[in-house]
């Protein structure tokens, strides 16, 4: 498996042919925000392949200044789906970002999810990969996530996360819908470390 920085066109045709099949409307950012964010130096966008054949890809935020990485999309294309190879690009972004302390990210929390017994296997998937929960957690336009920690170079507290996710999302939440849209708390995580099913 190679990993590959994308760019320009290559974008393109990633947003195109698959992040638009793979998320929702309503979870997907425009393209030219996503090209100003590259070009800014603030936004990677990385393929994974197989000789010339697209696995997986992720997006992530990278704000100047900072070793941590917040992780806007990650999907395996659905041909390739199964047999473990999530879970192989999961391990494949962890060495691609060596340059960070860590990635975090949103898992929707399972007991307000549409589809609960999804979002709870997402974050079991999430977990086999190495990450783990953290103590913060947010609500974002409506929804109560759990944010996730996956070290890179290391590990960190939760204090500095919660200041890594609130520097994340003012930075990509336009300041007028900020305080209407977005709350960040801490909170202990499941005593056993696992999702929580209601």
Known sequence: MQSRSL???????????????????????PLGQIHRAVDRGIYRVVGFYREDTLCGYALLSVLPGRRFGFLDYFAVV?????????????????????????????????????????????IRFYQRGGCRYTGVYTRLFGVNYY?????????????????????SYRAMVDPALYDQKVAIWRHAPPADGRCIQQ
């Not at 170079?153 to 996360?161: H, I, Q, R, S, V």
Request: aromatic residues 6%.
């Open 7 to 29: 760019r320009g066109e290559q974008i393109d045709q990633l947003y195109q042919e698959h992040l638009c099949r793979d998320f929702p409307p309503d979870e997907r950012k």
């Open 78 to 122: 659905p041909q390739m789906r199964g047999g473990g190879i999530g879970g192989q690009l999961l391990a494949d972004l962890r060495r691609q970002m060596a340059d960070l302390q860590g990635i975090f990210f949103e898992v929707e929390q399972p007991q307000s999810a549409p589809d609960p017994q999804q979002a709870g296997r997402r």
């Open 147 to 167: 944010i996730l920690y996956l070290p890179c170079a290391g590990d960190a507290d939760d204090e500095t996360l919660l200041v890594e996710v609130e520097a």
